[in-house]
C-alpha cells in the first residue's frame, strides 16, 4: 500500500486529521463537547446519561499528577464510579465570561491541590447533594435516609444511578453549604491510585502543543535578538523568499525576526539562511565574570533589605568563641522543558484564538489580548498539553505574544510557532543567580550563637512583578527562611539570626525555575550548617536535632530519613553520608544521600531517601514520583547546570553544553512519604531544594572536599 | 517524490534533501509521536528503529534512506500499545509530562531486542535518553518488568486499581 503525501496531501490529510484532535477543544459545558446534552450539575462535575462523569480541571496538567489529584478530590465527595471518570479543561475565556468559576488557573508554587482543594471538593459534594435530593424527590424520601457509593443513590431497596438523575439533578438549586468530609473518612482520596492520563503517552497519541494541526496552518521560527535588549537593526527578507515553502518574513516586536513557512523545518533552515544585523543596545558586553564581581561586592554591602531578624547579631558574631564564615554561589539555570516553547495562533480583526502548552491559562489569555489588541472577551486560549512546566510556562508567556504577533501578520491563517532548542536555551526566563555570604558564632561549648546569612543577587520579583517590591524588598527571596508561617517557616531556633539581601539584578530576565529560591538557599544554609558542625566536631545531625527542638514536623523529616539511611550506624567501606532538611511550599521535606567518590574523584550517588510531610496526601505514588523526579531536577543543577553570558549571548545552545541527569547518574530513590495531617502542602517542589545539599554533604564526609560553587562539573573531587 | 517505508507501509512525501526523518515524520506524514527535543541527537526524544536499530531522527536525513528500510516509530511499535515495555509502563505509571516516553521507549524496544535480559549496566548504556521530569527509576524498574526479570509485585511502587 503506497500512500501519497506531497505538500497539498499532507494540508489536506491534516485538515483530516484535525477535526478528531480538535474533539480535545469543545467548549465544555457551555456548548455541544464530548460531554453531551446533559446539563452540568455545577462548574466541576458534569454527568452524562452514559454514566460517564466529567469532571472539570481548572489548573495545568504537566505532569505532576495534578490533573489526577484534583480529581481524586472531586470525586471522592461526589462518590462517583472512578472508572467512569473522565477530564476536561475549561477554557480561560470560558472562566472569564463565568466570573472565574474556576477560580485561579495558575500552576504554580506547587500551588494546584493545596490552593483548590477544599473548592473542587465541595463541588464534588454539591454535586452529590443535588443527585441525592432528586432521587429523594422521586422516592418521596427524605435526603438523610439516602445514600450514594459508585455514581448510585440507594434507598432500602430502591436505586438510581447518577446518569439516570443528572437532568433533574441539574434543575435544582443547590445547598447553601455543605460538609466535607474528613480525610479519616476518604475512600478513594489518599490512595496510590493510578494515573488518569497515561495511555495517550505510551503510543504517541498524546497531541502536545508542538504536535497541533489546523486546517490551513503554516509554520513559523523565530530568532530573538541574542543580546538581551537588543534590538533588530534590519534584515534581508528577500534572501530567503524564493526558498521552498517560505510565506512570510515577518519583524515580531522591537527584537525579533519570524519566518513563515508550510512547514517549520522549512521555516527554520531559511531562519538560518536569512541576513540580520542586530542593535546590540547596552548589554552587549554583558558577561558573567563581571556579574559574579558585582555579586560578590554585594556579600558586603552596607545596605540590604532584612529578611529576618533577632537578636543581636552583631554583638553575638563579635562575642563568639570561634567564627566560621564561608561564600557560596549558585547560576543561573535554563528549565529545559522538553518541549520547546510553542504555540499557535489565528487572529482576525475580530477575533484571537491560541492554542498552547500553558501553566496558566487566564495569563496566556491576557497576553494574547494584549498582543492581539482585541478585547480579552474577544480572545480565546485552549491549553494544550505541556511537554514540561517547571515554572517557564507560567508566569511571563513571551512565546504566545510572539505567535500573535506573526498570525496578526496572515490574517485568518493559523501559524504555530515552535522555538528550536536554541532559542529555547538562550531566551529562557532563568533561574536568578546569587552568592550568599553566611557568618556563624559559635560558643566554647559548641552552641551556634549567630547567624548572619547575606544574599546577595537577582530577584525574579524585580524582574517579573516589580510592582511586589516593597521599600526596596523582594519578600521571594527568603523562601525557607521566614520567621514563622505556614509557607516555609526557618526551622532552627538561633538566639542571634541576621538573614538579608542585597539586590542585584543582571540584565538577564529571570523566572520561576521549579523550587524557585528555596533550591539555593537550601543549599547555602544546609552545607553551611553541616560546616558549622563539623568546626565544632559535633555530629550533623545533632547539631540540627539540637537546632530544631521546637520544630517537631521539621525534625520528624529529618529523623525519619536519617533513621532509614542508618546514620551513625557501620556501612559499606567508602559510602558516606549527607544531610538536609527544609519547609517550602507548605511542606517539610528531608533527604539523606549515601555517595562514594573514587580515587581518580569520580562521584556516585548510590541512593537517596527522602521524606516529605504535605499534611495530607492524596496520591502517594505520585508524591513518589514527584519526589523521585525532584532529585533530577535538583541533582541536574547541582552537578551540571550552569548558564553564562560573554559578550552579551547566553554560551549556552542546546543539551551538549547544558548537560542534564541521565538514566546513569540517576541514584536509588527511597521515598518516606508521612502526612501528618492539618494543613496541605505542595510536593512538585520542596523536595529539589534539599537534593544538592544532601549530596554536597555528603561529598565532603567522602572526601573532605566542600563544594561551595556549583556546578559540580566544574569542580574537582579529588 | 522520495519514497520510504514507514510502520510497514510504503509512503511518498516531497522533502529536500537535507530534511531529517524527524520532520518527514511529524509534517510529510503526520506521525507526531515522534518528538523533537534538540535537533542535535542529544536527548533521544526523536528515536525510532531503523530495520530494529534505534536511530535518533533529528539528525537522520531522509534522503539518506531507501525504502528497502523498515522504518518503526512508536505509532508502528506495536497493533494496541501491547508491547511488553508498553504494559509494563502501564503498570508502573512511568510518564509524567510524558513528552519523552515515546524515545524512552523506542530505545527501550531495541535494547529488548538486543537484549532481552539487560543488567542495569546495559540500561545504563543503551537508555542515554533525558528525560527532565525525572521517570529515570521507573524506566529502569519497568524494563526489568518486561524483561520479566523482576514480577510487579517486586517493585516497591505501590499502584492501586485505576483504568484498564
Not at chain 1, 472508572?83 to 479543561?89: G, Q
Not at chain 1, 424520601?141 to 440507594?154: D, K, L, R
Not at chain 1, 536555551?425 to 552568592?435: A, D, E, I, L, N
Not at chain 1, 529560591?517 to 539540637?546: G, K, T
Request: charged fraction near 20%; hydrophobic fraction near 45%; aromatic fraction near 6%.
Amino acid at each position: 500500500m503506497s500512500a501519497v503525501l506531497s505538500r497539498r496531501g499532507f494540508l489536506s490529510a491534516t485538515s483530516a486529521v484535525s477535526g478528531g484532535l480538535l474533539v480535545g477543544f469543545h467548549v465544555p459545558g457551555l456548548t455541544q463537547g464530548a460531554a453531551g446534552p446533559t446539563p452540568e450539575l455545577n462548574a466541576w462535575v458534569q454527568v452524562l446519561p452514559d454514566e460517564s462523569v466529567v469532571i472539570r480541571i481548572a489548573r495545568s496538567e504537566m505532569g505532576q499528577g495534578t490533573l489526577t489529584g484534583l480529581a481524586q478530590l472531586v470525586a471522592e465527595e461526589l462518590e462517583c464510579d472512578w472508572a467512569r471518570v473522565k477530564t476536561e479543561y475549561p477554557t480561560p475565556g470560558q472562566n472569564l465570561a463565568r466570573n472565574r468559576a474556576w477560580g485561579s488557573m495558575s500552576t504554580g508554587g506547587s500551588r494546584g491541590i493545596r490552593d483548590s482543594h477544599e473548592y473542587v471538593r465541595k463541588g464534588g459534594a454539591l454535586a452529590r447533594a443535588l443527585l441525592i435530593q432528586a432521587a429523594a424527590n422521586q422516592w418521596n424520601v427524605s435526603v438523610v435516609e439516602c445514600t450514594t457509593a459508585a455514581g448510585v443513590v440507594q434507598h432500602g431497596s430502591k436505586r438510581l444511578s447518577y446518569g439516570q438523575l443528572a437532568a433533574e439533578a441539574a434543575k435544582l438549586a443547590p445547598p447553601a453549604d455543605i460538609q466535607l468530609k474528613p480525610a479519616s473518612a476518604w475512600k478513594l482520596a489518599g490512595r496510590p491510585i493510578k494515573r488518569l492520563d497515561t495511555a495517550a503517552k505510551l503510543d504517541g497519541s498524546q497531541v502536545y502543543g508542538m504536535d497541533l494541526s489546523l486546517p490551513g496552518m503554516l509554520n513559523a521560527a523565530i530568532k530573538d535578538c541574542p543580546v538581551f535588549g537588543g534590538k533588530v537593526k534590519s534584515f534581508d527578507a528577500a534572501a530567503v523568499m524564493g526558498r521552498p515553502g517560505v510565506k512570510k518574513v515577518v519583524q515580531v516586536g522591537d527584537s525579533a525576526v519570524a519566518v513563515v513557512a508550510d512547514t517549520w523545518w522549512r521555516a527554520k533552515t531559511a531562519l538560518e539562511a536569512l541576513p540580520v544585523v542586530w542593535d546590540e543596545g547596552p548589554n552587549a558586553a554583558q558577561n558573567s565574570v563581571e556579574t559574579a564581581a558585582i555579586l560578590r561586592a554585594g556579600l558586603d554591602a552596607p545596605e540590604a533589605a532584612v529578611g529576618s531578624s533577632q537578636g543581636d547579631v552583631k554583638a553575638a558574631l563579635a562575642g563568639a568563641a570561634r567564627r566560621v564564615e564561608a561564600v557560596y554561589s549558585y547560576p543561573h539555570q535554563n528549565h529545559a522543558t522538553m518541549e520547546v516553547m510553542n504555540a499557535t495562533a489565528k487572529w482576525t480583526p475580530e477575533r484571537c484564538e491560541v492554542w498552547t502548552p500553558t501553566q496558566n491559562g487566564e495569563a496566556a489569555l491576557a497576553a494574547a489580548a494584549e498582543a492581539s489588541g482585541l478585547p480579552p472577551a474577544q480572545c480565546e486560549v485552549y491549553k494544550l498539553h505541556l511537554g514540561g512546566g517547571f515554572g517557564r510556562r507560567g508566569a511571563v508567556h513571551d512565546w504566545v505574544r510572539q505567535a500573535v504577533a506573526i498570525a496578526k501578520e496572515l490574517p485568518g491563517t493559523p501559524v504555530k510557532l515552535i522555538w528550536s532548542r536554541e532559542e529555547d536555551m538562550m531566551h529562557g526566563r532563568f533561574h536568578p543567580v546569587t552568592q550568599c555570604k553566611l557568618t556563624a558564632g559559635l560558643d566554647a561549648a559548641g552552641k551556634l550563637t549567630g547567624l548572619h546569612m547575606r544574599i546577595s543577587g537577582q530577584s525574579i520579583i524585580a524582574g517579573i512583578f516589580p510592582q511586589n517590591i516593597k521599600d526596596g524588598k523582594d519578600p521571594a527571596v527568603f523562601q525557607g527562611l521566614s520567621a514563622g508561617g505556614a509557607e516555609g517557616a526557618l526551622g532552627y531556633a538561633v538566639p542571634n539570626l541576621l538573614i538579608d539581601h542585597a539586590m542585584r539584578n543582571p540584565a538577564v530576565p529571570p523566572g520561576f525555575w521549579r523550587g524557585v529560591n528555596l533550591n539555593q538557599n537550601a543549599v547555602y544554609l544546609e552545607c553551611f550548617l553541616d560546616e558549622v558542625a563539623h568546626a565544632a566536631q559535633r555530629d550533623p545531625l545533632e547539631l540540627r536535632r539540637e537546632l530544631l527542638a521546637n520544630s517537631p514536623k521539621h525534625l520528624a523529616v529529618l529523623n525519619a530519613v536519617a533513621a532509614k539511611a542508618g546514620w551513625g550506624k557501620p556501612r559499606a567501606k567508602g559510602r558516606h553520608l549527607g544531610l538536609a532538611q527544609i519547609m517550602g511550599f507548605g511542606s517539610y521535606v528531608a533527604a539523606c544521600a549515601e555517595v562514594s567518590v573514587s580515587k581518580k574523584g569520580e562521584l556516585k550517588i548510590h541512593r537517596i531517601i527522602a521524606a516529605t510531610d504535605p499534611g495530607h496526601a492524596v496520591n502517594p505514588q505520585q508524591i513518589a514520583a514527584q519526589v523521585e523526579g525532584s532529585f533530577v531536577y535538583g541533582l541536574s543543577a547541582a552537578l551540571f547546570g550552569e548558564i553564562t553570558l560573554k559578550d552579551g549571548r547566553v554560551e549556552q545552545q542546546n543539551f551538549d553544553t547544558y548537560p542534564v541527569m541521565k538514566m546513569a547518574d540517576m541514584p536509588a530513590v527511597e521515598t518516606i512519604c508521612m502526612p501528618s495531617g492539618g494543613f496541605w502542602g505542595g510536593v512538585g517542589e520542596p523536595t529539589i531544594a534539599v537534593a544538592a545539599p544532601a549530596v554536597l554533604n555528603a561529598i565532603f564526609a567522602a572526601t573532605g572536599k566542600r563544594i561551595r560553587d556549583l556546578p559540580l562539573r566544574k569542580q574537582s573531587l579529588v | 517524490m522520495a519514497e520510504l517505508t514507514v510502520n510497514g507501509k510504503r509512503v511518498q512525501f516531497e522533502a529536500e534533501a537535507d530534511t531529517p526523518l524527524l520532520w518527514v515524520l511529524r509534517e510529510q506524514l503526520s506521525l507526531t509521536g515522534t518528538k523533537y527535543g534538540c535537533g542535535v541527537a542529544q536527548c533521544g526524544a526523536c528515536t525510532v528503529h531503523i530495520d530494529g536499530a534505534p536511530v535518533r531522527s533529528c539528525v537522520m536525513p531522509a534522503s539518506a534512506l531507501t525504502p528497502a528500510q523498515k522504518i518503526t516509530t512508536i505509532e508502528g511499535l506495536s497493533p494496541t500499545a501491547s508491547h511488553p515495555l508498553q504494559k509494563a509502563w502501564d503498570a508502573l505509571d512511568v510518564p509524567q509530562c510524558g513528552f519523552c516516553q515515546s524515545g524512552m521507549l523506542m530505545a527501550a524496544a531495541a535494547l529488548l531486542k538486543a537484549k532481552p535480559k539487560p543488567t542495569d549496566a546495559d540500561i545504563d548504556a543503551a537508555m542515554t535518553n533525558i528525560c527532565r521530569c525525572g521517570t529515570y527509576n521507573r524506566v529502569r524498574a519497568a524494563i526489568h518488568l518486561a524483561a520479566g526479570q523482576v514480577q510487579r509485585k517486586q517493585i516497591p511502587i505501590v499502584i492501586e486499581g485505576g483504568r484498564a
